[in-house]
């Protein structure tokens, strides 16, 4: 709170299965450490490749009931480092969170880049990560993925588009903002994110200071964020989120589902604000209608029968299949990787082919929407018997065994 360029990230810990006495059982309030659950700080869920969730990771709420685990990332099959200058393959919590921080140091650096040096504050930087995320789970936010799956790119064009406002309100002040929805949107998130004041630790609410917010279309049509019911059952932890207000959370997100075209008007409400006047930021992500591939998207390098988990983004909600395709002639000849593959799905497995090339692409279809990578990536076999043949003051020499069809190494 008193230093707003400071984030810190967390492990929701492995610790589903355990009751931790929520009142729910063992699949239910069992985030781990109490500094986890902290309002200002950022919690992750563990999913695999896949955007499974893994069995081990630990659920929400809260204790007061607010959402946890704020986001999800890949913890499980993961390569990571290890000692004498090994590699590890990673799982757990608190193999995600360290890919949630890396993420959250790019988005950093790219504000610094697009703001002459200056560090984001992150509120902002919450706010955009959770506002973005990737859906999974039950629709909205809920106890077992948070916001989804962190999405480093429409986090980025969040931030490049501008698409935040700064602002702050006192008790019983409201402040109004409009936000314009152009057409062939398929999906409005918008959220009012703000660094909470310290709670008192044996009260049963953790929120201090508490702002509600509301939208309203060109026709008078009134929009709510979503809220999860907090109840300790079993059955009600799973329910999906439904518009209402929120008096639990410092994070509010209006979904809006094909909205018309148009104006809208945001309302901030200091619904309660004892604690002077408090800062907030408004973020908003319009989710075009249409398939992005977003892995890979230009100067990857596959290697030989390995298998890539290749990527895209969808917000349709439409129930056709999905096909994927490869080329290695820069998009002449297709070849099929998958038919048929379930709409709710956006990822696949990719056995890389026996080729060499560095005019590879990726193309998903799906009816007559399509898209393919925006630039060429690289398949080669895999580089063998690698070794030093000497090290000198001024120079090193290296030795491999020649790879077929390639014309220059790095």
Request: a negative charge.
């Amino acid at each position: 709170y008193d230093h707003p360029q400071l984030q810190f990230i967390f492990s929701a810990g492995n610790n589903n299965s355990s009751d931790c006495g929520y009142g729910a059982g063992d699949q239910w309030g069992n985030i781990t450490g109490g500094y986890k659950s902290g309002k200002n700080v950022i919690a992750c869920a563990n999913v695999n490749p896949s955007d499974v969730i893994d069995n081990s990771s630990s659920r929400g709420p809260a204790s007061d009931g607010r959402v946890k685990p704020d986001i999800a990332g890949n913890g499980t099959d993961q390569l990571s480092t290890d000692e004498n200058n090994t590699y590890q393959i990673g799982g757990g919590t608190s193999a995600a969170s360290p890919g949630v921080a890396g993420v959250s140091a790019q988005l950093c650096h790219a504000y610094k880049e697009m703001h002459s040096g200056q560090e984001i504050n992150t509120a902002l930087l919450k706010a955009t990560l959770l506002n973005t995320a990737s859906e999974l789970g039950n629709p909205g936010p809920d106890y077992i993925y948070g916001w989804g799956r962190v999405n480093a790119m429409r986090a980025y064009n969040l931030l490049a588009g501008n698409n935040y406002i700064f602002d702050s309100v006192s008790q019983g002040q409201q402040k109004t903002f409009n936000i314009t929805i152009p057409a062939n949107t398929i999906l409005a998130k918008v959220m009012v994110y703000w660094h909470d004041y310290e709670g008192n630790p044996v009260a049963s609410k953790a929120l201090v200071n508490d702002l509600n917010i509301s939208m309203t279309d060109i026709s008078s049509t009134n929009y709510f964020p979503l809220i999860l019911d907090p109840t300790p059952n079993a059955t009600t932890l799973n329910n999906f989120a439904v518009p209402g207000v929120d008096t639990l959370n410092n994070a509010e997100q209006i979904q809006i589902e094909n909205p018309t075209a148009g104006s809208y008007t945001l309302t901030v409400d200091g619904f309660e604000v004892p604690q002077g006047v408090q800062k907030f930021y408004v973020v908003w992500d319009l989710v075009e209608d249409g398939i992005t591939v977003t892995y890979p998207n230009g100067a990857e390098g596959f290697v030989v029968g390995e298998t890539e988990v290749i990527r895209w983004d969808d917000a349709s909600q439409s129930t056709q299949s999905y096909t994927a395709e490869y080329s290695t002639d820069n998009g002449s000849t297709w070849n099929n990787i998958a038919s048929n593959i379930p709409y709710i799905k956006r990822q696949w497995s990719f056995l890389v082919p026996a080729v060499s090339t560095d005019q590879a692409l990726i193309r998903i279809s799906r009816g007559s929407q399509s898209d393919v990578s925006d630039n060429t990536f690289s398949i080669f076999p895999e580089i063998l018997n690698l070794s030093v043949v000497f090290e000198c003051p001024d120079s090193l020499g290296l030795q491999w065994t020649p790879v077929a069809g390639a014309v220059a190494y790095e």
